[in-house]
């Protein structure tokens, strides 16, 4: 028997607080039902297989409403990658990222992409403002492999993702060069960022994410409930 749905501050009134950030109508409208199905989902508990080996107990969900509601706060992005061993891999003379998107806290502070990319076709930036000018053509994949109804987290991170990024890379083009997310939390803070790869027929990339931060002390713990999408065309090959 499952247990009552926590009392969570994860609510319809939460969302609307929080910036919409050029979403399209049908994805905002996606977010509002994962919503309302978060209302109605309980906390998994060690009676579930795949929950079995964690205690929530000590989870309480109305803390980190709280801080995801908080306002931006400056910080250092930690990054664990080194440009120059990535250069290693990718090959004498080769660019070490072809693009990077880097948010703090669910907010995106780095946005940066070759040139050449767009000229093949390829999207690649942070969610918000991928969907905002392409939202048609990734309608049919948006959260096409992440079921929000699943657990409560599954239904937390639909309702209530902030940064990560989209990329999409057309059927038959094949990039060198990396493309590097990177999402950071801050000691206290909240990340829920979303990624989204999709890969035409016969399409070949890399893709490095990073998820890093938060704090040594239980104190400063942050809270990361993220998620990726996969989609992968036939003949294409993903490095990730």
Excluded: K, Q, Y
């Excluded at 083009?173 to 016969?202: F, Q």
Aim: aromatic share 4%; hydrophobic share 50%.
């Amino acid at each position: 028997m499952r247990t009552v749905a926590p009392a969570s501050g994860f609510d319809a009134d939460l969302l609307d607080r929080l910036p919409r950030a050029g979403l399209p109508d049908w994805a905002h409208d996606r977010r509002r039902a994962a919503v309302a199905r978060l209302s109605g989902l309980a906390l998994p508990d060690r009676r579930e297989e795949n929950w079995m080996r964690t205690d929530l107990r000590s989870f309480h969900p109305e803390h980190w409403a709280a801080a995801i509601a908080r306002p931006a706060t400056a910080g250092t992005l930690p990054a664990a990658l080194l440009e120059a061993a990535v250069r290693v891999a990718a090959g004498p003379g080769a660019a070490a990222f072809a693009g990077r998107v880097a948010s703090l806290d669910g907010v995106v502070v780095r946005d940066e992409c070759a040139a050449d990319l767009a000229a093949r076709g390829v999207l690649f930036g942070p969610c918000e403002r991928i969907l905002a000018a392409h939202g048609d053509a990734l309608r049919d994949t948006w959260f096409s492999a992440i079921d929000s109804g699943a657990d409560w987290f599954a239904a937390l991170h639909a309702a209530f993702h902030r940064g990560g990024a989209v990329r999409v890379v057309p059927a038959g083009v094949r990039l060198s060069a990396p493309l590097h997310i990177l999402s950071a939390i801050t000691p206290g803070g909240v990340d829920t960022g979303h990624v989204l790869v999709v890969l035409g027929e016969g399409a070949e990339a890399t893709v490095i994410t990073e998820t890093a931060g938060g704090g040594e002390a239980a104190t400063d713990a942050g809270l990361h409930c993220g998620g990726t999408e996969i989609v992968v065309g036939r003949r294409a090959s993903l490095r990730i």
